[in-house]
């Protein structure tokens, strides 16, 4: 099922032992466009460390709305290697991640010919480190607000993230034209991102100002119900 980013942020996530804590924000791989890891805030039990867990750990087939089911107890967290998430994560912190928890790490060739949590062999040998934060790790928050530039220069700004709840890929962007007195919000598909100038916080799209003019206006009051999904999805920017 697709989810908007915005509408998970304060999700309670619950171990198989109690309530961990509510989701603050996602990480996101910028060559992939797929959701690695949840920041969750814990409650009094942990003084409200937060901590990032990878969506291997989420129980798949249960209803989300409002609540991510984990398959973690309160003991598995608390001795958990410490991260610092208001820092860069760096690709050793990861690694120990990778290595405390039963999850695949995300790096490496298949993760990227198109493989889905779960079922991705992991390199023989990890890669090298880097010196310092991983420069592919992206945070939801921090990119929301960014200028979308059309082909033509109309700039707008990136307003939300729509995901696959299954394999966890950014499938859309919502977006929204500065230039529209309406405050006029449409999806562009991930295909249609041409660059991210991460020094300008501009995100450069192949479509043109009138192309968005002429999609389909998003309504997240009708993309919440399952039933009418399909539907929001008739005529969005995703071909041409």
Do not use: C
């Amino acid at each position: 099922m697709h989810r908007n980013v915005n509408s998970l942020i304060g999700s309670r996530m619950e171990g198989s032992d109690g309530e961990m804590g509510k989701v603050e924000e996602f990480y996101f791989d910028d060559r992939a466009w797929i959701i690695v890891y949840l920041i969750v805030k814990t409650g009094n039990w942990l003084s409200g460390r937060k901590v990032l867990i990878s969506p291997h750990a989420l129980i798949k087939g249960n209803d989300r709305t409002g609540i991510f089911p984990v398959n973690l107890t309160k003991e598995q967290i608390k001795n958990s290697p410490d991260i610092d998430t208001d820092l860069p994560v760096s690709r050793q912190q990861e690694v120990a991640l990778h290595q405390y928890y039963p999850w695949q790490s995300y790096w490496g060739t298949g993760f990227y010919e198109g493989g889905i949590w779960g079922i991705v062999t992991p390199p023989a040998v990890e890669p090298s480190p880097p010196p310092v934060g991983d420069l592919h790790l992206r945070s939801t928050h921090a990119v929301t607000g960014y200028h979308i530039e059309t082909t033509d220069g109309k700039l707008g700004h990136l307003r939300d993230f729509i995901v696959d709840d299954e394999t966890w890929h950014i499938e859309y962007l919502v977006i929204e034209m500065h230039s529209w007195l309406t405050g006029k919000r449409v999806l562009i598909a991930r295909m249609h991102i041409k660059e991210i100038k991460w020094a300008t916080s501009k995100v450069l799209v192949d479509v043109t100002s009138k192309e968005l003019e002429d999609a389909r206006p998003y309504d997240e009051s009708e993309f919440l119900h399952p039933e009418t999904q399909d539907t929001v999805f008739d005529n969005e920017l995703h071909s041409r």
